[in-house]
């Protein structure tokens, strides 16, 4: 066992342990398993390590899934570490091919504005499920490293539970969301499964659930869209366009840093 130097941050309510210490990658479901126990406000663990040459910062989520929230954290992180008030920060984010750029801003103390250019997913594709001898024909939005599924507002909790789990395995995704969506009121409750971290989270928001939402509006409508989705954690703002350029904005709170033996 070693002491592992963490950060816990809150981007939008989607509270997230940024682990400072080097772990390999093997270990990394373990010590993040350690540390939810240890933080029972954090839904979800990265792991940091330098970016190299193609990114200022690289960050691998504990089952190798791609997080943007989680991204938003590292670059206020990597601002706070270098006594920056401002800068776009290239972060290297596991499930993506390629770093994403997110623009950085203090806005008052342990508190920072983020907004983040997502890379692409695939165009949207309507699928076939099966659950409790039903069928459910549903869109999903595969992003690098995680699909979302856009359900109805007013579905029942346990049955998405129930589906997370079983659709993730039929769609042979790397992790799997089940996005409550309400559009009429603009309000979004996320669930998220990650198998390779054997978690799954009613999450206070979740930032590739909102480019995917953004992304089945606009898709939907034929045309770019621009709107505040309303999550239990507070508010995260999404443009997308029908081509699938997204862009997301949210906020960043540093809550505390920490230490553990794992």
């Known amino acids: 066992m070693k002491a592992l130097e963490y ?18 990658v093997p270990a990394q479901p373990r010590v993040a398993r350690a540390l939810l126990e240890a933080e029972p406000r954090g839904e979800q663990v ?11 910062i690289a960050l691998r989520m504990a089952g190798g899934e791609f ?7 590292a670059a206020a ?19 993506a091919d390629r770093p994403v750029a997110v623009q950085a801003a203090a806005q ?3 508190c920072w504005s983020c907004a983040e250019a997502l890379p692409r997913p695939a165009p949207p594709e309507m ?3 099966a659950l409790d001898g039903q069928t459910y024909r549903l869109p999903l939005l595969r992003f690098p490293g995680i699909g979302h599924l856009i359900l109805p507002g007013d579905t029942d909790r346990a049955f998405a539970e129930r589906a997370a789990r079983s659709w993730c395995a039929a769609l042979g995704a790397e992790a799997l969301g089940l996005m409550l969506l309400d559009e009429a009121a603009g309000r979004m409750t996320p669930l998220v499964y990650v198998p390779g971290a054997d978690t799954l989270y009613w999450e206070r928001s979740c930032a590739s659930g909102t480019a995917a939402a953004g992304a089945y509006l606009a ?7 621009e709107a505040a989705l309303d999550q239990p954690g507070g508010f995260l703002r999404v443009f997308a366009a029908p081509a699938g350029e997204i862009r997301l904005r949210g906020a960043v709170r540093v809550l505390k ?6």
């Open 7 to 24: 950060v816990l941050l809150d981007p939008t309510g989607n509270v997230t342990v940024l682990v400072r210490t080097a772990v390999p």
């Open 46 to 56: 990265g792991f940091l390590s330098p970016g190299g040459a193609d990114a200022d």
């Open 67 to 73: 997080c943007g929230n989680a991204a938003m954290c």
């Open 77 to 95: 992180l990597w601002c706070i570490e270098r006594g920056l008030s401002a800068q776009t920060v290239r972060v290297r984010v596991s499930g």
């Open 108 to 110: 008052a103390e342990d």
């Open 127 to 129: 699928v076939t499920l």
């Open 219 to 225: 898709w939907k409508r034929g045309a770019s869209v």
């Open 257 to 262: 840093e920490g230490k553990i033996l794992a």
